[in-house]
Each structure stands twice: as C-alpha cells, then as structure tokens.
C-alpha cells in the first residue's frame, strides 16, 4: 500500500507542481535556502541568471524537486565568502534533477547527493577559480550510497581529490562530461554496474580511476565499463593532501583499475598520458577486513586507440624500466599481483588484452616496488561481457 501510495503521489505531482522563479539579490542565502526548504512534490526552482552570493552550504531533502538554472555559464552559485567546511549544495531526497548552473569556490565538496535514488547532474559546472590547490575541496560532482545515478554534460575544474566521483553507489552512467586539472579526473569508487564513456578527461594527475577500498560500509565493487572516452594529456602534478588515496596517483596517467573486478576499459583514445595508458594494481596499503580483496579481477583490456604514453613514467623505478624497456612502457602496466595471503587466482588477476603488457612480477600483494621482476605479457585478446546499463523509464531527465 505505501508503495501504491508513493506512485500515485509522484504521478499526480504535476497538477499541483509549481515553478519557483529565484534571482540574485541583498539575501541569497536566506532566498536560496528557503526555497529548498519550502519545496513541494514537483516543484521546479528557476534560478535566473546572475551571481548568487552564498556563506554557507545549502541542503535539499525533498523528493521529485529540480533546480534548473539558466546554464553553467549564466547562472552561478559562488561560495567565496562560505565560512563553514562543508559542501556546497547537499541532496539527500530522491528523484532529483540538478542542472544548468555552476557552483564555484566551496570549501568542501561542490555538489554531494548522499543515500539517494534516481539523482540526475546535468550541464553543471564545479570549478575553483584558483586553480589547482590542496586546500580545494576533495570532489566536484559526487554521489554517493546513491542508486540509478546519472551524470552528465558537465565541467569539473581542480577537485583535491576526484572531479566526478561516485562512490558505494549501483546502477550508474557517467557520460559526456569534461574533467581537468583535478586530482583524478573521473573516479568509480567500491560501486557497482557503472557505464562511463563519452568523457573528456585532460590535465589532471590521472585521467579515470576504478577503484575498490577496504574498510568503507559498501565493499565489492564490481562490473564498470570504461568505454568511448578520451584521455589524454593528463599532467598536472599531484596536489591532493598528504595521506589521501589519490595522493599516491602518479602524474601522467590515463586509466587506472585497483582491487575492483569486472571491469572493460575499450574503444577509448589514451594518449600525451607521461606515466602509462593503463595500469592494473592491486591495494597496497594495510586492511583488517578478511572479507576485502585487494587483488584486480577480471580487467578486460580492448579495442582502445593509443598514442604515445609511457615515456616518463613517475613513480619509483619507473624512469629505469622504462629504459629496460627501450624507452617507454607499453600500453598496459600490470603489477603481476596474482595472490595475498594463501589466496591465489592467477588466470582472473592477469589482464586480459589485445595490447602488450608489462608485468612488474610483484606476486603478493604488499611486495614492494623495489622487487620488481619485470617481464613483457603477449596480448592474449579479450572482448565484452557486460550488459549495458539501464535507468528507470521514470529517472529524472533535463
């Protein structure tokens, strides 16, 4: 019955939904936030064009509400002045639309969307106008412990940590952004079933990540395709704050897949990318959770397009192998883990692809680098085996 109760409410919203028309003014604050406040099943919050001048973050907790601006570059929600930590506009209600405006300056996190379902980022712009810093905030476009996800035609400028980041999240398409000079340009975080192509990633430390971590509440992560998206010129050096993750990412690299599993990364273009196309790594830090699996699993590598990468690869031991190996690194750089602890797989944790490898021959997770027994891998071929994903008919769209 509340399900009943719930559809016939959504359905219905439209007759009684209203549009509500914001500008710029004396009291953006108070203006702003009320409006999110006092929002009504449906409603439609116009923001017109101009700068809206915001001391502190905003939050939205009501379900079927869109914030529609007049685009990225008119409308604009500048946290210069914000005085607090936190993010700059929180949602944590469902089926929500945010699109055609920029959020610029927050101290933390640009637009985060926490335990939510059917949220929807679109032609939004995050950037810090000072460019790249390790005081900015970690994420710009960042959803997490959110189902059917979806984020798209938008700008992330230097993020410290992740432009786009969705993190313990199921059910996602990231596709048609551009992300630069942030950390990690597009990052896919202990999720599952996520789509991401069509992307621009440039001028960051590391183009798009696909990670898994250990002591997060959603662990697993597993089945992303990374497909159709450019990735080049990424080299900006790495600014995150010391002891961050992504503080270990080494400049100059395209696509990294870390401890997750079933994962593709094909048709993509990966070029001008200094430190490697692709890297396959497991997790490398020390965990207490027996249930985590720090090794990469099922990293299907295919059908890509590369330039030239590798030629000066940045982390320790890099520069002599690539002189072991003529000059550069091949298009695919995998740590040769294939066990940790007595637990072995090696035929999921080697690479499957249609380029040559190198493998550093670590073996055990946690070897250090300086152990290294490097040795070229032959392309062994590989193809698709993920389904594409799928929104529901009723997902919020611009």
């Known amino acids: 019955m509340k399900a009943l109760l719930a559809f016939l409410l959504v359905s219905a919203s439209p007759a009684w939904a209203r549009t509500i028309t914001l500008a710029p003014g004396d009291n953006d604050q108070e203006t702003l936030q009320t409006a999110l406040i006092d929002a009504q099943l449906g409603d439609v919050i116009a923001l017109g064009a101009g700068t809206y001048r915001l001391t502190t973050g905003l ?30 506009l929180l949602v944590t209600s469902d089926r929500v639309l945010l699109t055609g405006f920029a959020v610029e300056d927050t101290k933390g996190d640009g637009i985060k969307a926490k335990g939510v379902d059917r949220i929807t980022m679109d032609n939004l712009r995050v950037v810090w106008t000072r460019g790249p810093h390790k005081d900015n905030g970690a994420y710009g476009l960042y959803p997490v412990e959110a189902t059917n996800v979806l984020v798209q035609n ?19 398409i990231v596709r048609g952004n551009r992300v630069s000079f942030n950390v990690a340009g597009l990052e896919i975080e202990n999720s599952k079933h996520a789509d991401v192509y069509g992307n621009l990633a440039h001028h960051n430390t590391g183009g798009i990540l696909v990670f898994d971590l250990p002591n997060l509440p959603k662990m697993g992560g597993h089945s992303t395709r990374i497909f159709s998206n450019t990735v080049v010129d990424n080299d900006t050096p ?21 401890a997750n599993e079933n994962v593709e990364v094909s048709g993509n273009r990966i070029e001008g990318n200094r430190t490697a196309a692709v890297m396959v790594v497991s997790y490398v830090r020390p965990f207490e959770d027996a249930s985590y699996n720090p ?21 320790p031991g890099g520069a002599e192998l690539a002189t072991a190996l003529g000059g550069g690194l091949p298009p695919v750089l995998w740590d040769g883990v294939t066990r940790f602890g007595d637990k072995a797989d090696d035929a ?32 062994t071929g590989a193809s698709a085996t993920l389904a594409a994903v799928v929104l529901p008919a009723d997902q919020p769209m611009p």
């Open 238 to 258: 790495n600014f995150a704050p010391p002891g961050n993750i992504v503080a270990e990412v080494p400049q100059g690299l395209g696509i990294m897949v870390m």
């Open 154 to 172: 938008s700008e992330v400028v230097a993020c410290s940590d992740a432009g786009i980041y969705v993190g313990q999240s199921e059910n996602i």
């Open 295 to 315: 090794l990469a699993r099922k990293v299907r590598i295919f059908g890509n397009t590369f330039g030239k990468n590798g030629w000066d690869p940045k982390f």
């Open 59 to 88: 939050s939205l907790d009501i379900d079927n509400v869109t914030v529609r601006g007049a685009g990225p570059a008119a409308t604009v929600l500048s946290f210069k002045g914000q005085t607090g930590a936190g993010e700059g």
């Open 348 to 379: 999921a944790t080697t690479p499957a692809s249609d380029v040559p490898m190198v493998s550093l021959g670590l073996g055990v997770a946690g070897t250090p680098p300086t152990k290294a027994q490097p040795a070229p891998v032959a392309a």
